[in-house]
């Protein structure tokens, strides 16, 4: 079976991580299927998806396409008056958009694909335009839509040319089923991650160098966020609950992550959250390490790692990949976030945006070094009954063949 996958994005966001995974999963269950994907922008993940032995090609979008989102890319939050803004926008880049239709028709059919697999928004609509009339257009969905009306609405509109749609979550296979309601069919595949790269043992990064600031001393305890700077992923949650600490608590805290996608106005800059610590008064017990590639070595490099995402998580990449690397995990208790937790067995949950209860749980665990070490074993083996990428192909596989099969 030959697969297309369509990306809109270039950089290794969540859904291209979690795209990563397939790809690399589909590569050992199924060598003998050629992969191709067509990205809509250069960058990290080409030559990642390259190394898994997969074509690719890059059909750019324009810039007034590439820039267009009703929420921070990977994002739940959206407005009515930033939904107008996204319709004034889509059409401001009509003609452009016409012309990058007409190529990216060609180069799926240049493609040839049995089936064409979306992993994004702006590539669900387009997958469902330009892929030939005999190919089953399938709908990787990473994030919740409903709240994004734009989105709900093209969609609704297009579901009749998907034949199944594959959700990170059964939140998010909730979401969609209530707005494109009964057909196509959803299935919820939880995301995978690779457990040879977060695991509990390997190098470590030097997270004080990165930040700038002095060696933190034997008995301090490390907390960090690591997230994409997207508003809803809580860093101001993170550092609210941070100055809810006492200044003499022995934890130093660190914000690990950069601005990375292009879609505009949807993200905190590093400078902004900088000012945000002063204004808390927490600047001294704070490091801001900006994106760092080795998300792992980050990680490992932490005692917590907090994920305080205000909204509910569609899933949450990096609870899983903190907890393949056996660190206490603070999650936030909703989405699939929740699902994927077993709060206070492998994880501790706090609720969206709440400062101070996230702030009682960091206390708790800098506290307390046997609860974490009791969470972090425990994270490390759920992790691999949960997070083992061979489940990818098992669970896609079955999904690929019955829509490709013609109805009996
Ligand atoms: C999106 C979601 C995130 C998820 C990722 C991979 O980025 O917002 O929750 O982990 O996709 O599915």
Redesign the pocket.
């Known amino acids: 079976m030959k697969i297309l996958f369509l990306n809109p994005a270039g950089l290794i966001?969540?859904?291209e991580?979690?795209l990563l995974d397939v790809i690399a999963s589909l590569r050992t269950a199924r060598p003998d299927w050629p992969l191709t994907l067509i990205a809509a922008a250069s960058g990290d993940l080409i030559e990642e998806v390259r190394a898994l032995g997969a074509d690719v090609s890059v059909v750019e979008f324009p810039r007034s396409l590439a820039v267009v989102g009703d929420a921070g890319l990977?994002?739940?939050q959206a407005s009515y008056r930033r939904s107008l803004g996204l319709a004034g926008r889509l059409s401001a880049a009509a003609p452009a958009v016409i012309l990058y239709r007409r190529r990216l028709r060609r180069a799926i059919a240049g493609a040839a694909p049995d089936l064409v697999h979306t992993n994004g928004f702006k590539m669900h609509v387009l997958g469902a335009w330009e892929s030939p009339r005999n190919v089953p257009v399938l709908w990787h969905i990473?994030?919740f839509v409903r709240m994004r009306p734009m989105m709900s609405r093209l969609l609704r509109t297009h579901a009749r040319r998907c034949a199944a749609i594959v959700a990170?979550s059964h939140s998010v296979a909730d979401d969609v089923r209530s707005v494109v309601g009964r057909r196509p069919p959803i299935f919820t595949v939880y995301?995978a991650i690779d457990l040879a790269r977060f695991a509990p043992g390997g190098p470590l990064l030097d997270l004080d160098r990165l930040a700038g600031m002095p060696p933190l001393g034997g008995n301090g305890v490390r907390v960090g966020i690591v997230a994409t700077m997207a508003r809803w992923k809580g860093h101001e949650t993170f550092l609210r609950a941070l100055a809810m600490l006492p200044a003499s608590a022995p934890i130093r805290a660190y914000v690990i992550g950069g601005p990375r996608y292009e879609t505009a106005g949807s993200q905190y800059t590093i400078a902004e959250l900088r000012a945000l610590a002063v204004q808390l008064g927490v600047a001294d017990r704070v490091g801001f390490t900006g994106f760092v590639n080795a998300a792992a070595p980050a990680m490992r490099a932490l005692d917590v790692v907090v994920h305080a995402s205000t909204q509910p998580?569609?899933?949450?990449?990096?609870i899983a990949e903190a907890m393949a690397c056996g660190r206490a995990v603070i999650a936030s208790g909703a989405g699939?976030?929740a699902e994927i937790i077993e709060d206070g067995v492998d994880a501790l949950a706090h609720r969206p945006g709440d400062a101070a209860a996230l702030a009682r749980l960091i206390a708790l665990l800098a506290g307390d070094a046997a609860l974490r070490r009791r969470l972090g074993q425990a994270a490390v083996l759920a992790s691999a009954r949960r997070f083992a990428r061979a489940r990818l192909a098992a669970d896609l596989a079955p999904i690929y063949c019955a829509i490709t099969r013609p109805a009996a």
Request: avoid cysteine; hydrophobic fraction near 30%.
């Open positions: 966001g969540g859904a991580r979690a990977g994002g739940p990473h994030d990170n995301n998580e569609p899933f949450g990449l990096v699939g976030a």
